[in-house]
């Protein structure tokens, strides 16, 4: 029975109620519970609707099926990417944040009734953005480049949320300092908290570049400016536009270390190693908003390298170290479980069968491999030119944000529920088979929309075959074998989508309820008891021959991957 | 977790253990790296890229 | 854990594991490589992206590729000025000057270019964004109104390539394409 402080505990005469979770020990209060809660249910339904919207868009590029007409297409692409890369991103975001910054800290939510603003600011900006673009005036896909213009609703639309999730964020911080200054907490922030700062500074940067590039936009739109430079516009947009995405990597690597700890009580290998990790984010992973400026005029080189590498790819090397320590961590605490036999027995036996395990884990993976290195290829200078605007582009940043960020996000919501929601996992059969449904759908996804766009596909393209086109042109048929391949996975996303929507829903309405007395979860968290038994201190080296694997064969493949594309463009025409 | 050692010894930077080391430090102030957060990318991605995009020469 | 505070208060002293270190050496001297061989490339490759541009405005522009089509039309055996699918075909002098611009929903004109020959080729919109997409060699470029791209190519390879814009522009985005035609 979880107890709950009926009487609100006076802290610097602030009134707050507090409950104890029995699962992880932590100090819940209300008010940080209840937006956690809001925040994250209406990031599913944005999830929801832009799943669908994506599915719609699949089964249209997908040649022989092009299931909608032009106009929708276009619309609905656009509708997709605002609602799964801006709406459910973001509100889930801002739940993991006050997640991070009230519940692990033990602390009181700073200025709830804030909160409360930024969550309707946020949700109006939502849905106003969807009006207009169902309105079929605003068909100018998430980037909304100038001279093209869409109705001054889309541009508002965004100005609104944008101010919402910059307040949401803003509260974050404050949480912080009343965590500080009420000493919830004793010593350093723990590190998904760490974690979480990351994405919020992130994000203010990201909001911030927003608002500049976009209020000036929306008065275009209005006519009160003239006109809009292309270029620059492009320039700052991409401030927003690619940063909103870094916010992603911050906030899933540190759902990474949470579920890690949560699940099999993996403890970080070292807490310098992988806080300077996080460092090389903060610092320089928004500088990589120049990956989508390497195929234009007017940017000098040095501009682009110096932004394109993320600072000599200082922060690459964060996300590297992330791909060392989150499995080293998992490895480091299966053996210590007991899973200590060979090479890969902590792998092997880990619980594939838990959601949140399975999700995390693939997320790790899929992002490294997938996302990460098709990531880096796209945005090395030259290489660019090679893929950029092609489906390749898609193909990496569904790796990305879907296979990655997404998955995570879905894997720790497998946790939300019970702990937060007090409700335990429904169907856990379908639980269970649900990220791998979403993960090798997704991975599928980015796969061959990466293999159309090598082969010159273009994305954002409502037809292949170029029908009605000035010129005529043929693309290889072996483009339309990947496009109906990228349909075929996209349906299977799709299924895996829906199984966690109805498995989140059901569980959230009529899962089991958890303060019943001795009622235990489905997927259960990691006995603490053995927590206490083995302290890193104790071992001071330990063997992690698995995952040196592991990260032995993605170094492989990135070199390789790398030094084909190099092969690749050197091929192409000479240009200079 | 009462008269806590929290914010003395952020402040002192002193713990009961020694002094926290700078790195540390800095590591610790969530305000400080949002303002280098910040202030990087801003000097670095958007006043730089904006410079260079104002200065394209015109053309004939 | 990492979801609690370090339980070691001064965590920044902890020793780094020796798998953690080789590997944080192994990586950042790889990220070194690869910023290095981004710069290396422009002296040892021959494939970087110029960035010579120009401020122009789109009726200038527009003005100057109609000039140039006009020069150096393609003139038939019959002696009528050669077309395709109602667009001029353009072969410029060898090693000359070429232009080509984007607009809602072609690239235009048709140009002829001969293997080997280094152009330097002109890029420009009238009117919105588009993106230049060489196929099947696959060589993509963004091209903007109101700023002239100037950039050196070359052709490898001859036969007929597409020109497929990958910008999205508007409702007619799918039907926009343009033609090079490379002869030997």
Redesign the interface.
């Known amino acids: 029975m979880t107890s709950i402080d009926q009487g609100a505990v006076p802290v610097g005469g602030v009134q707050a109620s507090y409950r104890t979770c029995r699962f992880t020990g932590l100090r819940v209060e209300a008010n940080a519970e209840l937006l956690i809660k809001v925040n994250a249910v209406t990031a599913v339904i944005f999830l929801l609707i832009g799943g669908l919207m994506g599915l719609l868009v699949a089964l249209t590029r997908w040649p022989a099926i092009q299931l909608l007409p032009a106009e929708w297409f276009y619309l609905v692409l656009t509708g997709h990417g605002a609602n799964v890369l801006l709406f459910w991103i973001l509100f889930f975001e801002i739940a993991v944040l006050y997640f991070a910054g009230a519940i692990l800290l033990g602390a009181r939510l700073a200025a709830p009734k804030f909160a409360w603003l930024a969550f309707i600011l946020m949700l109006a900006g939502a849905l106003m953005a969807n009006y207009a673009v169902l309105r079929g005036d605003s068909s100018v896909m998430f980037t909304s480049y100038p001279p093209m213009m869409a109705s001054h609703w889309f541009y508002l639309s965004l100005i609104i949320f944008a101010v919402g999730a910059l307040l949401a964020v803003i509260i974050f911080f404050a949480t912080l300092v009343v965590a500080k200054a009420e000493n919830t907490y004793n010593g350093s922030v723990p590190l998904v908290t760490f974690g979480a700062i990351t994405a919020a500074i992130i994000a203010v940067f990201t909001l911030a570049s927003g608002a500049i590039i976009l209020i000036p936009t929306w008065l275009w739109s209005v006519g009160l400016i003239s006109g809009i430079d292309s270029l620059m516009y492009k320039v700052i947009w991409w401030g927003m536009g690619h940063s909103s995405q870094q916010i992603n990597v911050a906030a899933h690597v540190a759902i990474w270390y949470a579920i890690a700890a949560m699940v099999l009580g993996a403890k970080p290998l070292s807490e310098k190693v992988s806080r300077m990790a996080f460092l090389m984010y903060i610092l320089f992973l928004q500088l990589a908003s120049a990956h989508h400026l390497l195929a234009e005029p007017g940017l000098s080189s040095t501009w682009k390298i110096v932004n394109t590498s993320y600072m000599m790819y200082l922060a690459v090397l964060g996300s590297l170290i992330h791909g060392l320590t989150v499995p080293g961590a998992i490895e480091a605490a299966q053996r210590r479980n007991g899973f200590n036999r060979g090479w890969f027995e902590w792998l092997t036996k880990a619980p594939w069968g838990n959601p949140a395990f399975s999700g995390m884990f693939m997320s790790l993976v899929m992002f490294g491999f997938i996302g990460g290195i098709s990531g880096v290829v796209l945005g090395t200078e030259q290489l660019n030119v090679l893929m950029h605007n092609t489906i390749y582009v898609p193909g990496h940043f569904h790796g990305t944000v879907v296979a990655g960020t997404t998955l995570a996000f879905m894997a720790v919501t497998y946790l939300l529920v019970p702990l937060l929601f007090g409700r335990d996992i429904i169907w856990p059969t379908i639980a269970k088979w649900q990220p791998y449904f979403f993960g090798f759908g997704a991975a599928g996804i980015s796969l061959f929309m990466m293999g159309a766009g090598t082969l010159g596909v273009a994305r954002r393209h409502w037809d292949l075959s170029l029908t009605d086109a000035a010129h005529g042109y043929e693309f290889p048929a072996a483009a339309y074998l990947m496009m109906g391949l990228n349909g075929l996975a996209a349906i299977l996303a799709a299924v895996g989508g829906v199984m966690f929507i109805l498995v989140i829903v059901g569980s959230i309405l009529a899962g089991p309820r958890l303060d019943r007395p001795g009622a235990t979860m489905t997927f259960p968290l990691h006995d603490k008891s053995r927590e206490a038994v083995a302290e890193y201190g104790s071992e001071i080296h330990p063997k992690l021959p698995g995952t040196i694997v592991l990260v032995t064969i993605f170094f492989a493949a990135f070199v390789l991957y790398y030094f084909v594309n190099w092969k690749y463009l050197s091929e192409l025409w000479l240009f200079n | 977790?009462?008269?806590?050692?929290?914010?003395n010894d952020?402040a002192k930077g002193e713990?009961p253990?020694?002094p926290?080391?700078a790195?540390?430090r800095v590591?610790?102030n969530?305000?400080l790296?949002?303002f280098?957060?910040?202030t990087?990318?801003?000097v670095?991605?958007?006043i730089?890229?904006?410079m260079?995009?104002?200065s394209?020469?015109?053309?004939? | 854990m990492a979801i609690t505070p370090p339980s070691n208060r001064l965590w920044w002293k902890e020793p780094i594991q020796a798998v953690e270190l080789g590997w944080i050496i192994l990586a950042f001297l790889w990220g070194l490589f690869m910023f290095f061989f981004m710069i290396a490339w422009h002296f040892i490759g021959d494939q970087n992206l110029s960035n010579e541009t120009y401020r122009v405005t789109p009726e200038g522009f527009e003005e100057k590729v109609v000039a140039f089509a006009e020069e150096f039309q393609k003139i038939g055996a019959d002696g009528a000025p050669v077309e395709e699918d109602g667009v001029p075909v353009v072969a410029p002098p060898e090693g000359g000057d070429v232009y080509m611009l984007a607009r809602l929903w072609e690239f235009w004109p048709i140009l002829e270019l001969k293997n080997g020959v280094a152009y330097r080729f002109h890029l420009s919109s009238t009117d919105w964004q588009h993106g230049f997409s060489l196929q099947p060699t696959n060589i993509n470029i963004s091209v903007h109104p109101g700023y002239e791209h100037v950039f050196t190519l070359t052709p490898t390879s001859s036969g007929d390539f597409g020109v497929v814009c990958n910008e999205y522009c508007g409702i007619g985005h799918h039907t926009m394409t343009g033609r090079i035609r490379v002869v030997d």
């Open positions: 977790m009462t008269s806590s050692d929290n914010t952020t713990t253990e020694g926290v080391p790195m540390q590591l610790d969530p305000f790296l949002l280098l957060g910040v990087v990318p801003a670095l991605y958007i730089w890229g904006v260079e995009v104002a394209v020469p015109i053309g004939n």
